[in-house]
Structure formats: C-alpha cells, structure tokens
C-alpha cells in the first residue's frame, strides 16, 4: 500500500515561513513527477508547484512563484515545500501528490495527472 504523508502545516502570521513535508512509504516507487496542491472549502483543488524528480525542473503558479520552492531529497523519498512570505490567501489545506509516468508539461499543475495523493495539512495564515 503506497502512502503519501504529509506534514509541517500549521499557524503564521503574514510575512512567516512554512517548510512542509511529504514523505512517501509502503512501496519502493520511484515517482517521476511531484507536486503540491491547496484547497479551500468551496472551491477546486489547485496545483501550486511540481517537480520532476530525475530532472529536478520545477513549475509553479504565478501567485506563489518568487515566494514558494519545491524541492525533493530522492535519496529519502522526501519532498519539500518551502513557503515565504505567507499571505492570508494561502491558507488552505495543502495535498502532497505523486504519479508514475511522465505528462505533458502543460499537465503538471494539474490534479488529474497525479495518481497518488496524501491526506494533506492545514496552513493558516493570519494577518
């Protein structure tokens, strides 16, 4: 049973810092894309940065670019986000996602690409 978790969420005022973390288990996957997604009540899951994980190239969306980084520690099966610069707006339940197989660039950010997805954690952002 494969099994992505994620963790590192929680409380911070505008203008702090988060590091999530995702780490994957139960199987001995090497997972070609990674990617993290947010989601708010109401509203659809939207992919925020993704990473391939041979290559290392990475893509994000313009609200979090300059502010937000992805990256991945292959060796430990572990990805990262790192979060600055927080804004209220990125309080949201952020997933952990994985897939097997390449996609087109253009598909990266998107939810159905991915075929694994962890439980998430909650980050809240105060002002």
């Known amino acids: 049973q494969v099994q992505l978790v994620e963790s590192g969420g929680g409380s911070v005022q505008a203008g702090g810092s988060l590091r999530l973390s995702c780490v994957g288990s139960?199987?001995?996957?090497?997972?070609?894309?990674m990617g993290w997604f947010r989601q708010v009540p109401g509203k659809e899951r939207e992919g925020i940065a993704a990473i391939w994980t041979a290559a290392g190239r990475t893509f994000y969306v313009d609200s979090v670019k300059g502010r937000f980084t992805i990256s991945r520690d292959n060796a430990k099966n572990m990805l990262y986000l790192q979060m600055n610069s927080l804004k209220p707006e990125d309080t949201a339940m952020y997933y952990c996602?994985?897939?097997?197989?390449?996609?087109?660039?253009?598909?990266?950010?998107?939810?159905?690409?991915?075929?694994?997805w962890g439980q998430g954690t909650q980050v809240t952002v105060s002002s």
């Open positions: 139960g199987n001995t996957y090497t997972w070609d894309l």
């Open positions: 996602a994985a897939r097997r197989g390449v996609v087109p660039e253009t598909s990266t950010l998107k939810e159905y690409a991915y075929n694994y």
